[in-house]
């Protein structure tokens, strides 16, 4: 009797062990479903602040009659968004505004440098330099310097001399910062991780440290000088995207800067075929306006899901932008296949900086992005 009861009490424990992690499976389950739904959510919410940061500067500008002030200024607001890289909404705030003051002072000393050839390649090289360094060291100072130098090369390169497009770039920028902070108390988010302190970086940028190391410091500056140098020699039109496009993929992880190369073409082959599509249909303005508001909504998302995806979404919207402000000439037809042309070489350059910088860089496995 006591071998019957005690099989049957050890077969009911089995039973509720057995439900107990089923049950447990389903709250995981429905744990990873939850965190899923509000990842997505979250990407929406980043979609509709992106489109919005981006898209009313070119709405404004139309209505005002300077399509082209609009244009510049969503640019501006461009790169603040994407210095949105977390932290406390405060942290958040001073990041996005520092890159817009940063960013424009780098415009304006880069225009102002344009007609001094050798000055300007020396403030350049200085700038690529000085982001090499930080790479990897601090998330906020390689973010600054990086942007800080493409900045510089704009400025040289873009040939824009008239005050008012440094207001509109840096009004753009206050607009997205405002944008953010009024998102925030509507939805009443939860700080995120905390980013590195200003005083930390500060420390680090004194002391030398260097987690890039001088190798590919010097690669990396050397490819900026050479993208520099490259555009007059080769006749290049709007020839400053090669050098911007090197600064912004290459990286010290071999592996990874190859890997965002890739994605880099891809990318821009992508956004310029749908921004082809979208200007061979017709130049209306607010029909513009309404693409640009599309592709900013979605980029975020795509970024957050590839970054070919999110580079492809980016560029359209830029293209679309300039289409939009050059209206009175035609639209920028023209331009989109310089940019896939300057674009590419870009890239080709990168990626020539990275082998040097990283010989083994071709044995290793690429990395995911």
Known sequence: MNAVVRAELEHHAGTNQGTRVIRLDNLNVARAALVELQAARLHWILGLRFAIACGVPPMIGLVAGR??????????????????????????????????????????VGAATADHYWSSLLLIAIGAFTAAWVSD?????????????VSLVVGAGAHVHDPLAAVCFFAGGAFACLVVLVGHFIREAKDLQPLPTWSEGLRLLLSGQSIAGLRFALCYTGVAIIAVLAVPAMGLQRGFWVTITALLVMRPDG?????????????????IALAALVVLFGHDAWALVAWALLFGFFAPVG????????????????MVLLDLALLQQGGDRPLLWVRLVDTGFGCFLALCGTVIADPTVLRKQPARV
């Open 137 to 149: 060291l601090h998330r906020i100072l390689e973010l600054i310097s990086r942007f800080g130098a």
């Open 67 to 108: 399509p082209l002030a609009g244009a510049i200024a969503s640019v501006g607001a461009l790169f603040p968004m994407l210095a949105d890289i977390g932290g406390r909404i405060r942290q958040r705030v001073t990041l996005m505004l520092a890159t817009s003051l940063f960013m424009t002072a780098g415009l304006v």
């Open 255 to 271: 592996p990874k800067s190859v890997t965002l190369i890739v994605q880099r073409v891809i990318g821009t082959v992508g956004g």
């Open 303 to 318: 970024l957050k899901r590839h970054y070919a995806l999110g580079v492809g979404l980016i560029t359209a919207m830029i």
